[in-house]
């Protein structure tokens, strides 16, 4: 089944395979206990390859929207959920190699109740303008484990089929006309 959050441009690289255009895999991790040394919010990001990335994120990026970011060269393995009728599609995430850094957010992490949420966005090496899906696959991590060597987890979509509908939850407190 064809994914229609894919621009045209990498529909054809999927294709072709062009040899002067590389599909830039790229995740970023983010969780309210992430913080830059300056004390702002910030989130892990990587790209799998073997230099640095300087990309633009898409306007409705959740942290730095439509600014251009800085996704560091590492090694990771991610095998993309299926364009599927499953009811919640789930997928292994990898990070091998990872730095004191992404370690040191991942602990901050470890001590709140907060879910870590995880963007995957391919992007052209002929265009490094904006992601090449959008909207970019949003999941949450759940059961991470980690060595000296890597980090890895499962993530899943959002689960809207347990979610409650329509979000409202009638109590007397919020809704005192239903008490007599």
């Known amino acids: 089944m064809p994914n229609p959050a894919l621009s045209q441009a990498i529909k054809e690289a999927y294709a072709s395979a062009p040899s002067e255009q590389i599909i830039l895999h790229t995740l970023e991790l983010r969780h309210p206990a992430f913080f830059d040394d300056a004390g702002n919010p910030t989130a892990i990001r990587v790209v799998r390859d073997h230099v640095d990335l300087l990309a633009r994120l898409e306007a409705s990026a959740p942290i730095q929207a439509s600014e251009i970011v800085r996704f ?54 002929t265009d490094l303008e904006g992601p090449q899906m959008d909207p970019p696959i949003h999941l949450v991590l759940t059961e991470v484990e980690a060595d000296i060597f890597r980090v890895s987890g499962r993530a899943r979509m959002l689960d809207i089929g347990n979610k409650a509908f329509p979000g409202v939850i009638y109590s007397a407190k919020s809704f005192p006309g239903l008490t007599r």
Do not use: C, W
């Open 72 to 125: 560091i060269a590492m090694g990771f393995e991610l095998d993309l959920p299926p364009v599927d009728t499953m009811p919640v599609p789930e997928i292994s995430v990898t990070l091998d190699n990872v730095s004191r850094e992404i370690v040191k957010h991942l602990d901050a992490a470890a001590e709140s109740q907060s879910v870590i949420e995880v963007t995957y966005r391919p992007y052209l090496s």
